[in-house]
């Protein structure tokens, strides 16, 4: 994924990493994958969190996508809904069932 250009960090000043985002194509025709969005934690509420899912969604229009699928750890969940996701389901985590994952699908607004 890092080759392929799908994964972006962000520094505080180079070579100190503060968070990482990445996003898949799919086989869904017109949907990619929000794969990860990490924030280190003495990082949140300071606008990074932000600048990744912008990252992630330049990301999903060049792999052109019309929409973002977001499988999101539960306490994410305020902040892609103030970013504007849609929640869509739930599911239990694959390798931890008793952690249910909330859906979301975030829709790209057409470029004017």
Do not use: C, N
């Not at 994964?7 to 869904?28: C, F, M, N």
């Not at 017109?30 to 990860?36: D, Q, T, W």
């Not at 999101?72 to 694959?94: C, N, Q, T, V």
């Amino acid at each position: 994924m890092i080759t392929s250009g799908a994964v972006q960090v962000a520094e505080e000043q180079p070579g100190k990493l503060v968070g990482v985002v990445s996003v898949q194509a799919t086989t869904l025709r017109g949907i990619s994958l929000l794969h990860s969005l990490y924030v280190a934690p003495a990082y949140w509420r300071k606008g990074i969190g932000r600048a990744l899912f912008e990252t992630a969604i330049a990301r999903a229009r060049y792999q052109k996508a019309g929409a973002l699928m977001i499988y999101a750890e539960p306490s994410a969940e305020g902040f892609y809904k103030r970013l504007g996701a849609i929640r869509i389901g739930e599911d239990p985590f694959y390798y931890s069932p008793d952690i249910v994952l909330p859906h979301f699908i975030y829709i790209l607004a057409k470029d004017s």
